[in-house]
């Protein structure tokens, strides 16, 4: 019987570990594509509801609530006044209610995406249509429409909370006009571009750096089960590998 002398055959130890790495190359190769690819990509997001559209939809001099209803309808609105105290007829969006609420929805409506996912700080020297402010010593929220100088028109409910004039709680409002310096503004929520403008965004509802993290946590996994047990799969391979030559 002819011996086969090592050199002239790869070893089925040296063919695995190097079909090992190359596989594991490839999938380090193609999850680093993908995190170099995720952040950069930009497209047109879907074009919300316009400042006209919203007013059609919650008509002003209506009220955001849903007395007469079976329950929670942020997309409706009522003739009839919530009353004071509210009852809890007034409407919800996102874990808000009357002016918070609906001024996070028509940001939504606009947006496609919640405004608590915003910027938010209380810097007004750059404020926007589109923006909520929170104002009156974090009293009462509204939903800004269009800004011309000094001037900001916004959207509101509920203006009065009701207390004042039971009649006017969760009642909607458009159209006014107030001068930048004569409100108190606890924060804003900015938005991700000025309403009416063409949107060019990220991905919308996608949280870029949560699409990263779990693919580096899938690649430390693959790294850590790899590394617990390539020694052990080269180790049966050489075994392996002896037992052949041994029969050589």
């Not at 090592?6 to 190769?29: C, V, Y």
């Not at 750059?126 to 000094?150: C, Q, V, W």
Request: glycine share 8%.
């Amino acid at each position: 019987m002819t011996k086969v002398e090592s050199n002239d055959i790869m070893g089925p130890t040296k063919f695995w570990e190097d079909f090992l790495m190359k596989r594991f190359l490839a999938i380090l190769l193609a999850m680093l594509l993908a995190l170099a690819i995720i952040p950069a990509l930009a497209i047109q997001a879907s074009a919300g509801l316009s400042v006209q559209q919203l007013k059609d939809k919650f008509p002003a001099g209506k009220y955001w609530n849903h007395v007469g209803m079976a329950g929670n309808n942020p997309d409706g609105w009522t003739e009839t006044s919530c009353g004071y105290p509210h009852n809890n007829n007034c409407n919800k969006f996102d874990g808000h209610t009357q002016c918070s609420g609906f001024a996070y929805k028509l940001a939504y409506d606009v947006y496609g995406e919640y405004a608590r996912n915003w910027l938010k700080d209380n810097n007004t020297s750059n404020l926007k249509a589109g923006d909520i402010l929170r104002i009156n010593d974090d009293g009462h929220s509204i939903f800004i429409t269009e800004i011309n100088g000094d001037t900001i028109t916004y959207a509101d409910c509920n203006r009065t909370g009701g207390g004042v004039n039971p009649e006017n709680a969760c009642k909607i409002y458009w159209d006014t006009n107030r001068e930048k310096g004569s409100i108190n503004v606890t924060y804003v929520l900015h938005a991700p571009y000025a309403l009416g403008s063409t949107p060019v965004t990220l991905i919308p509802s996608v949280n870029t750096n949560q699409i990263m993290q779990s693919i580096l946590s899938l690649f430390q996994t693959a790294f850590y089960w790899l590394n617990q047990f390539l020694p052990t799969m080269l180790s049966f391979v050489n075994l392996f590998d002896r037992f052949l030559r041994s029969l050589l």
